[in-house]
């Protein structure tokens, strides 16, 4: 084993090139053919294409909750008044081991003054001819029992007549805080159970009873990009912001947000010391021509 840091890393395969950095264990851009999937919009300094959310993500109202009967307060570690997405989208990760197709990182995270959570997540991204793979496993490295989560939060390129499909249950409503507040009716627009372009508004729902599979298109470029998640994955958020943003976030969460003050948790997971939570997301890059022609021939 042997550790790395302090600079990015570059992994190539097909049509595929990735960037990554220790910066969050971060994506800093995906690029197909050319054409950058995965951008960078996020991460505290807008570096970030895509990140982990390790051990939590999302929001927490009021910055406490009760487990156990025992209270637990976080302090907020952005500028937002709510903790937002755990720890490691903040942290430094170190590479433990590389190929040209491959890297596995580290984090290890001592209890800190403004979290209950100790932790070690550990992070491989993998490419494989037009997939790129991401996965994800946290482990308690406390000394007693929390409820944990893991998910992604992609950032991928934004396109007038884009297009999304996916199959989710429930749509949850956008609250104070943005935290989710009660459930609502799918309104038309984003009923995406068939191909739809993403309205040019103001989007930033949860979605449980998420399929584990969503398919994006960019007829622009030709291109179709198939989302697969492990059943761990049971949440999707969907944030875009008003246009002319030029970013489309779907998030794989293992929880709802805010799922520590929810009556069953929200889809977290308690870990006690030594467990862990583990999921992959896959996402595979299709040339839509180039599936006609081979359909066709």
């Known amino acids: 084993m042997f550790v790395e ?13 990735v960037s990554a950095s220790p910066e969050g264990g971060s994506i800093v851009q995906a690029a197909w053919r050319g054409t950058p999937i995965l951008q ?24 406490c909750f009760t487990f156990r009967e025992e209270s637990f307060t976080l302090q907020p570690n952005t500028n937002e008044p709510l903790v937002l997405h755990g720890d490691g989208w903040l942290d430094t990760w170190n590479l433990t081991e590389k190929t040209d197709n ?16 100790a932790f070690k997540a550990h992070q491989k991204v ?14 308690n490295l406390g000394k007693k029992a929390l409820p944990f989560g893991i998910g992604f939060h992609p950032f991928f ?14 749509m949850w409503r956008e609250g104070e805080g943005h935290l989710p507040d009660g459930l609502q009716h799918i309104p038309s627009e984003l009923d995406f159970s068939m191909p739809r372009i993403v309205p040019p508004r103001w989007i930033n729902n949860a979605f449980d ?7 994006l298109h960019w007829p622009d470029i030709e291109l179709a990009l198939d989302l697969s998640c492990d059943p761990v994955f049971d949440v999707v958020m969907i944030f875009a912001p008003q246009a002319p943003a030029d970013f489309v976030c779907l998030e794989p969460m293992s929880h709802l947000p805010n799922g520590h003050n929810l009556p069953d948790l929200g889809g977290l997971s308690v870990l006690e010391p030594g467990e862990e939570l583990a999921g992959t997301i896959k996402m595979t890059f299709l040339h ?10």
């Open 40 to 63: 960078a919009a996020g991460g505290p300094e807008g570096k970030a294409a895509c990140f982990p959310l390790v051990p939590f993500g999302n929001r927490i109202a009021g910055n």
């Open 102 to 117: 491959s890297l596995e990182l580290d984090l290890v995270r001592e209890q800190p003054s403004h979290s209950p959570y």
């Open 126 to 139: 993998h490419l494989e001819e037009d997939c790129l793979s991401l996965s994800l496993r946290v482990t």
């Open 209 to 215: 009873g998420f399929s584990g599979k969503a398919r």
């Open 157 to 170: 390129r934004r396109a007038p007549d884009m297009t999304l499909q996916t199959k989710v249950q429930n």
């Open 288 to 297: 839509v021509s180039e599936t006609r022609e081979k359909n066709n021939g």
């Open 5 to 17: 840091a302090g600079h990015d890393w570059t992994l190539a395969q097909g049509d595929l090139v």
